[in-house]
């Protein structure tokens, strides 16, 4: 799972807008690179031979010390393995990486796709939309798209983290975001060679994140003199969304996921998704958002606030039901035909993270958890909820999807039943403790 983040009451520690929790965005070293875990060390395949398009292993691995790795190993037959005293996720190896981007050695596919899984992934397509489409530092921004099923389709909003001033965008001063979008995952619901999957046999759009703006953003917004954030997440969202209704026209079933901030907007899409198919059966699944409260902290100073620029998404939201939870609540009187879904753990680290950053009130995690669900639920909507137990954050998009239980329902089965429009019940754990 996730990184635990730093402690936002510890003024020593850093609070990054992507904090450690999305280091599988820093971890996939940009498309070109396939990582894999094996035996306590990441394994970037590739060789050690140079490469007709330019990447050359060796060379990147000596333009990374040359750039402050200085214990950045040698590439061998089988890639470059790093040991675990390289932190990936630091500001220093992302800026030698990006320097050194140029001679990142290439997968070999012909060694890497030997199993069902990695014969699903390569079937991926990257498709650049161009455009006003950025990520937060202005680099080119790039989604995927996976065409198996023409009528049940998947747009899934990755997540990231999110900043809405300098001191959550750059607190140690230095702009250093990530200039690469995340791959798609291949685990949990990305894993399409398992059986257990109940999207298996879905076609999919995957939207990666890289604005800090829950993928509602389309702003330029300076910060500091030295600080200029390109928060463009819902130019980069609906452009996902315009590929997906020209590729899949027919579609008749078409699931909104969100991970972590990208299930922030999961409803707002999914209503975007039903104006472009009126006739289809939309669910709306979010994954680790469930806590996020109607305050002003998160309604005025982030979501409605001008860093982000949110006029455009919120076009269809009135100005009474600005807030994140709300955010169903006006989906639903748009769409009332919309299945919605959450799942969260009960004290997910994460989310008190992001509570406490924005100066709201995290003592008690699940009842804000709680509260947001009975006021969505108070407004007529029927918000089919999962609540585990736990600090962890996300999993979805995690082998852990296929595991977690509660009582007697697996949530693998409820999400399948729910998607089929089978009856389910809430699940809420009664032992609720982290750990």
Same mark, same amino acid.
């Given at each position: 799972m996730d990184e635990k983040p730093p402690d936002p009451s510890h003024d020593d520690e850093p609070k990054r807008w992507a904090p450690p929790f999305s280091g599988r965005v820093a971890a996939a070293i940009a498309v070109v690179l396939a990582l894999l875990l094996a035996g306590g060390a990441y !394994?970037?395949?590739?060789?050690?031979?140079?490469?007709?398009d330019g990447s050359d292993p060796l060379a990147f691995?000596?333009?990374?010390? /040359?750039?402050?790795?200085?214990d950045f190993p040698e590439p061998n037959a089988d890639g470059i393995a790093l040991p675990e005293s390289i932190d990936m996720d630091s500001p220093k190896f992302q800026a030698a990486e990006?320097?050194?981007?140029?001679?990142?050695?290439?997968?070999?596919?012909?060694?890497?796709?030997?199993? $069902?899984?990695?014969?699903?992934?390569?079937?991926?397509?990257?498709?650049?939309?161009?455009? /006003?489409?950025?990520?937060?530092?202005?680099? @080119?921004?790039?989604?995927?798209?996976?065409?198996?099923?023409?009528?049940? !389709?998947? #747009?899934?909003?990755?997540?990231?983290?999110?900043c809405w001033s300098a001191a959550t965008c750059a607190p140690d001063g230095t702009n250093d975001y990530q200039t690469t979008v995340e791959t798609p995952s291949g685990s949990g619901v990305l894993d399409f060679a398992d059986e257990r999957n109940p999207f298996a046999d879905y076609s999919m759009v995957f939207v990666p994140y890289c604005t800090g703006d829950v993928h509602l953003g389309n702003a330029v917004t300076e910060y500091t003199s030295d600080l200029t954030v390109h928060h463009k997440g819902y130019v980069n969202?609906?452009?996902? #969304?315009?590929?997906?209704? /020209?590729?899949?026209?027919?579609? @008749?079933?078409i699931v909104v996921i969100g991970a972590s901030a990208g299930s922030v907007s999961a409803p707002l899409?999914?209503?975007?998704?039903?104006?472009?198919?009126?006739?289809?059966?939309?669910?709306?699944?979010?994954?680790?958002?469930?806590? +996020?409260? $109607?305050a002003p902290e998160f309604n005025d100073d982030i979501l409605t606030a001008s860093g982000w620029g949110t006029?455009?998404?919120?076009?269809?939201?009135?100005?009474? #039901?600005?807030?994140?939870?709300?955010?169903?609540?006006?989906?639903?009187?748009?769409?009332?035909d919309i299945t919605f879904a959450r799942f969260d753990h009960a004290y997910d680290e994460v989310q008190a993270y992001f509570v406490l950053l924005a100066a709201a009130s995290a003592d008690d995690?699940?009842?804000?958890?709680?509260?947001?669900?009975?006021?969505?639920? @108070?407004?007529?909507?029927?918000?089919?909820? +999962?609540?585990?137990?736990? /600090?962890q954050h996300v999993v979805l998009d995690d082998d852990a999807f296929f595991d977690e239980t509660v009582g007697a329902t697996a949530l693998?089965?409820?999400?399948?039943?729910?998607?089929?429009?089978?009856?389910? @019940?809430?699940?809420?754990?009664?032992?609720?403790?982290?750990?």
């Open positions: !394994v970037l395949t590739g060789g050690n031979d140079s490469a007709a691995a000596q333009c990374m010390r /040359d750039n402050g790795i200085a990006k320097a050194c981007e140029d001679l990142m050695p290439v997968p070999d596919h012909t060694e890497a796709n030997e199993s $069902d899984a990695s014969d699903s992934a390569s079937a991926w397509e990257k498709v650049v939309p161009g455009g /006003d489409c950025e990520c937060a530092d202005g680099s @080119e921004y790039s989604f995927y798209a996976r065409e198996a099923s023409t009528e049940k !389709v998947v #747009l899934f909003l990755d997540g990231g983290g999110g969202g609906t452009a996902a #969304l315009d590929h997906l209704a /020209d590729t899949f026209p027919d579609a @008749e079933e899409y999914a209503g975007m998704v039903a104006d472009r198919f009126p006739d289809a059966e939309i669910t709306s699944i979010a994954d680790s958002s469930g806590a +996020y409260p $109607d006029t455009d998404a919120l076009s269809t939201v009135t100005s009474d #039901l600005r807030s994140m939870p709300e955010l169903y609540i006006s989906a639903a009187q748009r769409h009332p995690l699940l009842a804000l958890i709680d509260a947001n669900e009975t006021q969505i639920e @108070e407004a007529g909507v029927n918000l089919l909820s +999962y609540t585990a137990p736990g /600090d693998v089965d409820w999400v399948a039943d729910v998607v089929e429009g089978s009856p389910v @019940e809430d699940v809420h754990c009664t032992d609720c403790t982290a750990g």
